[in-house]
């Protein structure tokens, strides 16, 4: 009489634990896909809302600007006047040329690399309490390097006030992108003729030690009409 045989042998062991690991890596492949595609929609996700709210700020700064007076890849500068220029001249003839910082608004956009070696999106503007009452008055000029300087004389005199509008960004892959860091974009560096001003950056995010990425590019138009008279003559 033949008893029962119980308990598995080597081989059908060794062939329970291969179809067990089978099954275990493709699991395994399955969940690290699935954590993978989750993390590509944060980060698109993030991308998203926070390219959103950059765009929202720089739509309505832009709105109300009346020229760039500054551009470059790193820093640009806004002219958002408190009065037309009808206003501003109607009393004296350089008035015109006339920007007051108390009563107009000077916006300087500038990306700023933090100690991680990521980038910020800063913007400043004078603190008109503190501007002396007899020096609010500079006068309007296509030169650059005027406006540089008067960024840099504000700025370590802390007369301007720093405000943070993106962190966490990274350099766009472009190839064209002559340093590695997120940088504004525009039609022309005459202020008369350039109507926009934009950012190109990126988001990044590591992955399992991968990084991942979410190139933005961002435009928004000028749409303030009224032009300073430099604009209109035969050499601008």
């Not at 275990?24 to 698109?44: E, M, N, P």
């Not at 993030?46 to 700020?57: K, L």
Request: glycine fraction near 4%; aromatic fraction near 10%; proline fraction near 4%.
């Amino acid at each position: 009489m033949k008893h029962a045989r119980h308990g598995f042998t080597f081989i059908e062991l060794m062939i329970a634990m291969l179809v067990t690991t089978l099954v275990a890596a493709t699991v395994v492949s399955l969940i690290s896909g699935f954590l993978t595609a989750i993390a590509v929609q944060d980060l698109r996700s993030e991308a998203i809302v926070r390219s959103a709210s950059i765009q929202a700020h720089l739509g309505l700064v832009s709105l109300k600007t009346r020229m760039s007076l500054s551009v470059s890849q790193q820093r640009v500068l806004l002219w958002l006047p408190a009065e037309t220029l009808a206003e501003s001249g109607s009393g004296a003839n350089c008035a015109f040329d006339r920007i007051d910082l108390i009563e107009d608004e000077l916006h300087w956009f500038e990306f700023v690399q933090d100690v991680d070696e990521s980038w910020s999106l800063i913007e400043w503007t004078v603190k008109p309490e503190l501007i002396p009452s007899g020096e609010s008055e500079v006068y309007f000029t296509i030169d650059q390097d005027y406006w540089n300087n008067l960024f840099f004389h504000l700025r370590d005199s802390e007369l301007l006030r720093r405000s943070p509008i993106a962190f966490g960004l990274g350099s766009p892959d472009l190839a064209e992108n002559e340093t590695p860091a997120p940088r504004f974009i525009w039609q022309d560096h005459n202020c008369c003729l350039n109507h926009s001003i934009g950012v190109e950056f990126a988001f990044e995010v590591l992955n399992d030690r991968h990084p991942m990425r979410a190139e933005v590019r961002l435009e928004s138009a000028l749409a303030f009409f009224d032009q300073h008279p430099i604009c209109s003559e035969p050499d601008s």
